[in-house]
């Protein structure tokens, strides 16, 4: 296993820089997923881990030696494709076996480990199959097995689900997470996908424009997102929001969110920096809403239901932005009906507007 560390890692491209000074420590053993918007730089980032890619600036420190200038064999890294990367005309024996083979080991050292990966795996039935004779999970598999097998200190993932269909991302995800318990190596996952980072981090990293977001484990940042980009990218569906101006209520004391329709939200937690006339957005997870009979926050006059079984989403306008509400009770609404809504104060986020970073 191996500590890693990124200190001012940027890359350019000629005149072009897309990673801009990256700082990040993982620790020994620890489950770290890049997550962010495609194009981002996350993929970019992890390719200079593993040497495919040089770095332009900055220091990349792999088990307390510095890896700017190593070649990628000399990392001790293991990397699992989004296209698994499989040979075709060799068995899945042969495909597990070739990183050994071209490392001139012995059949005699590499076999036990081969058998032990295979039945990790369960890949022990299908060892003498080609590739084309496996699903989409077996072949993944498979690259999973190859990378166990050379024994490295750090795991690299670079969207390994992406090609499989949505029954089997749920499959894989909880095997890579059991592998990694098992096995206890560093690993760094990539992925554009926030329901793999939230399941399967120990700590997220997200990245917007080739820098880092916010980074913390997953219900920290699902709880506190630090601005407006980690708020609306965590979260499925995803957080509500909309602006306004805080101004002293109408009715009562203490101050209120204007929004543009005209309504007024109360705000019964603010900062100091939120006072009247300054311009926020205020933002709430479809599941914090609440349906009321009593006096609301907020009514959204509901245009889409969609039912998926275990909970329901209902879609409506509030303060001329679209939003989503999240229900377990199976209710008899219907498509043109007002809701009535509360908003928890415990549940509500402010971030400033022009800036997108988080007040409250």
């Known amino acids: 296993m191996a500590a890693v560390q990124l200190s001012g890692i940027f890359k350019r491209y000629g005149d072009t820089q897309v990673v801009h000074g990256i700082d990040l420590d993982i620790d020994d053993g620890e489950f770290v997923v890049l997550v962010g918007p495609s194009g981002c730089g996350k993929s970019t980032l992890m390719r200079m881990v593993a040497g495919l890619e040089e770095i332009s600036g900055g220091d990349l420190m792999i088990g307390g030696t510095r890896a700017n200038t190593l070649a990628p064999q000399q990392r001790n890294i293991s990397m699992v ?31 036990p480990r081969i058998d032990a990966a295979a039945k990790m795996l369960n890949l022990s039935d299908y060892l003498d199959r080609l590739p084309r004779a496996l699903s989409g999970g077996q072949r993944q598999r498979v690259a999973m097995g190859r990378a ?11 969207e390994p689900l992406s090609n499989l269909d949505a029954k089997l991302r749920v499959q894989m995800r909880t095997e890579i997470k059991a592998l990694h318990q098992r096995l206890k190596n560093t690993v760094i996952y990539v992925t554009h996908d926030q329901i793999e980072a939230m399941t399967m981090a120990d700590r997220i990293v997200v990245m917007n424009a080739g820098r880092i977001e916010q980074i913390g484990r997953p219900l920290e940042l699902y709880d506190r997102p630090a601005n407006l980009f980690v708020a609306s990218f965590l979260g499925s569906p995803s957080m509500n929001f909309a602006e306004g101006v805080i101004v002293n209520r109408t009715q009562g004391t203490g101050l209120a969110l204007k929004l543009t329709d005209g309504r007024e939200v109360a705000l019964e937690r603010t900062p100091a920096s939120a006072v009247a006339g300054a311009n926020v957005t205020l933002g709430v997870r479809p599941e914090h ?6 006096i609301p926050d907020a009514a959204l006059d509901v245009e889409v239901i969609e039912p998926t079984g275990a909970e329901t989403h209902l879609y409506g306008k509030i303060g001329g932005t679209t939003w989503c509400v999240t229900t377990r009770e199976r209710s008899k609404i219907d ?15 402010l971030f400033d507007t022009e800036s997108g970073r988080r007040l409250v």
């Open 335 to 349: 498509p043109g009906q007002r809701v009535a809504l509360r908003l928890p104060a415990e549940h509500i986020h």
């Open 148 to 158: 166990v097998v050379r024994e490295p200190s750090l795991f690299l993932f670079d």
């Open 289 to 294: 809403i609440e349906i009321t009979t009593q």
């Open 81 to 111: 494709f989004q296209s698994y990367a499989l040979y075709p005309h060799l068995s899945v024996y042969e495909n597990i076996a070739f990183g050994p083979r071209i490392r001139r080991e012995s059949s005699e050292k590499f076999k």
